[in-house]
């Protein structure tokens, strides 16, 4: 009996993909498949050319209900659907990069097959056949050899995927039920206001013109464009970490370099810890580069009937967070204007006006280009990390740390007091700020350098003794901190030296096979770190240690089906051999993975208060970082509320709190 089809499609059209998206794409007059090649199981790879009829073997088992895997499976689907016009239900469908990324493995087939050392790699001749024959103005008969070359690339395409999906630990149902969710959610789109999204786009001149102006006084003249990358790096780079810089590192054939397009500013901006002139660099080079625009640009472009599509990426991040596409509203400025200012503005702008500093406003009006006539509601929990944190410690003092939460108490004024010996009913508007600041940069093992990273975000200074005294007196207030960063270090070391052994630290456990070091959360579900090894690695400041480290790519990485100790981990069949420029050794330091836990309990709670409110019936279109966002009338907002206030049946314990429901006709802060 089949149990999976596998399959790529080969597609062309005169409508942009990259520019216009996949919803425009596929619904496109004029896009078409030129090629299918397809597998079922582990049988012989077989192939369709368009001109032919379809063969009946794939639509009989469709038809049946069969299963169906593709990477990247919503482009397939919207094929199907759209373009082939072949009923298949979303359920049938299985995605192998959701898959891999939920192993913590790259999405890009081609990374993917590198960073596993499988033996089939992508056809050279790719590039060039994709640019040929499918973008616009494609030719529209092969050259001699190019009929056989794209046959091959689209095969190897389904060899690749099906040889990874045997690597990797397949999904349970419980997270393809998540990610067929997603899907629901990435087809529903994002409402947006297009005529203002289009008058947006002619402030382009104006927008770089005021960034650059900010950019030269920010760098004192060095730099006067966005454009003058010697001078950008020769400012920056000496702002920057060793683990920040190592965020921008590339390898282009072979040689290592670093890259800050909008992809690595992206990972630096996400840091708490960055310096804030660093973080005003880029975000200047964002607007001069027009990185507010490229977002009203993917909704005037991209929408369909009012509606942005294809969003949200299930799993992009390694601990289950999802990531933005397109739009990527993850990155969206969160210091939006009130509704009543933004419809002010957006009438300005509608109407031709001029308006002041163009750069900033344009940005701040990000959120408001949302926009729906039906209402928009949206919730986001209190201090979410805070609470998982000590509660993923299980210790008598994080125990009393949550109790400052059930209570409904201030934790940064409770903090302050303890800090500095004054009585919480004394405690200044700015001690409070310096107890906050505390709070948000220590708790995974950040010291003074994070501290004072985190203070200038929030106009603080500390003089080196009292920032060092201040790392000491938090962690004194916070005993818990040190000792479960130790746990994770010694429960990390166990499993690695010991593979089998399930070695247990708060609510969390750890085990390790020659391939993979898995980590279970109290959900039930697994983080995977590839390939760890007990070896010399080098520290930030150059010295060398020896200790337990993993492969990382641009993404981690995966495993196969199996129960070792109780945990759902596995090997690979075959003994990978080979790994690509593009992975890299990482050290599994007990304060990081902690941190990874942490944003994964977080990413397992958003993750089923979505799935319930679409339960309940709640038109959910999407998230931004522990925000739900939804559709609809105030009382839906209400409904969401009392959701996302339901502790998980596996989070006893733990106390969660929202800020309340915001409702308007617009997105806002």
Known sequence: MTNMLYLDLETRSQCDLIFHGLAQYARDETTEVIC??????????????????????????????????????????????????????????????????TNNYPAALAVLAENMGIKYSKQQHGTRLIREYCAPHFLT?????????MKEYCATDVEVMREAVKFLRPLTDFEWDEWHLNVKINKRGI?????????????????????????????????????????????????????????????KKGEKKYSLDQDHRGYLLALEDLDPDARQLLEHINDAGSSALKKYAVAAHCHVDGRVHNTFRFNGAGTGRFSGMGLQPHNIRRDAYSEE???????????????????????????????????????DWSAIEGRVAPWLAEDDSSEAKLDLYRKGLDVYIYTASRMTGIPEAEITKDQRQSGKVAELALQFGGGVGALNNMARNYGLTFSENEAQRTVRLWRSVNPWAEKIWAAYDRAIRDAVLEPGLTATVGLVSFQSSESFLWCKLP????????????????TPWGEERRGPTFQAAVRMSASVPGAVGGLEVGDPTAKQTSVGPSAKRNHLRGALIFQNTVQAVAADILREAVMAADTEGLSIIGHVHDEIIGEGPREDGEILNEIMLEVPEWGTGLPLATGGVEWGYRYGK
Not at 67 to 81: D, G, P, R, S
Request: proline share 5%; with cysteine; hydrophobic share 40%.
């Open 523 to 538: 959900s039930g579900r697994m983080l995977a770190y590839p390939r760890p090894r007990w070896e010399t690695y080098e």
């Open 341 to 379: 200012d933004a419809n002010a503005l957006i009438k300005s702008i509608k109407e031709g006006y001029v308006i002041d500093a163009p750069s900033t406003t344009m940005a701040r009006l990000l959120r408001s280009m949302i926009s729906s006539d039906e209402g928009l509601y949206y919730v």
């Open 36 to 101: 299918m090649a397809y597998c079922f199981d582990d049988e012989p790879m077989q192939f369709w050319w368009s001109i032919e009829e379809f063969p009946s073997e794939v639509s009989e088992y469709l038809v049946d209900g069969g299963l169906v895997m593709a990477h990247n499976a919503e482009f397939e689907m919207a094929i199907f659907e759209h373009v082939l016009k072949i009923p298949v239900s979303p359920e049938q469908w299985r995605c192998s990069m959701a898959i891999a990324l």
């Open 141 to 149: 008969e092969f050259k001699e050899g190019d009929r056989a070359l």
């Open 191 to 251: 409402p947006v206001d297009v005529e203002f999204c289009e008058e947006a786009l002619t402030y382009s001149d104006e927008i770089a013109a005021d960034a650059n102006a900010q950019l030269s006084a920010l760098t004192g003249g060095k730099m006067t464009k966005h454009t003058q990358r010697k001078s950008r790096d020769e400012w920056l780079f000496p702002k920057l970490t060793e683990p920040q810089m190592n965020l921008l590192v590339v390898y």
